[in-house]
């Protein structure tokens, strides 16, 4: 499975931004794999953002509710990440992983047993 994300760039707080992340490779199929959002700032750990289960059950880091929106498209096998009302502190690499459900608890934002990563894609928010 490979992951190739797209849609970062640098935006003015209150603005938006969306996310893409293409994924590839024969083993892949949605009903399979659980998806996510994850991101990292310089010096601080990795933490989730969104999660979608292989039912379409999302979960959303505190941070993000109401602001942020997980979404697949299966008929083009990309997932989505609608960034909305950013502030600084979304700043951070943005990355999208996939994990095989029963291997990864699907609503779980810890992304500790999610296999498969993208690159990342960098997110700026200014002041």
């Known amino acids: 499975v490979q992951l190739v994300e797209s849609g970062g760039g640098s935006v003015q707080a209150g603005g938006s931004l969306r996310l893409s992340c293409a994924v590839s490779?024969?083993?892949?199929?949605?009903?399979?794999?659980?998806m996510g959002w994850f991101r990292q700032a310089p010096g601080k750990e990795r933490e989730g953002v969104a999660v979608i289960g292989v039912d379409g059950s999302t979960t959303y880091a505190d941070s993000v509710k109401g602001r942020f929106t997980i979404s697949q498209d299966n008929t083009k096998n990309t997932l989505y990440l609608q960034m909305g009302s950013l502030k600084p502190e979304d700043s951070a690499e943005y990355y999208c992983?996939?994990?095989?459900?029963?291997?990864?608890?699907?609503?779980?934002?810890?992304?500790?047993?999610?296999?498969?990563w993208g690159q990342g894609t960098q997110v700026t928010v200014s002041s």
């Open positions: 992983a996939a994990g095989h459900h029963t291997i990864v608890a699907c609503g779980d934002l810890g992304g500790a047993d999610y296999g498969y």
């Open positions: 490779g024969y083993a892949y199929n949605y009903r399979r794999y659980c």
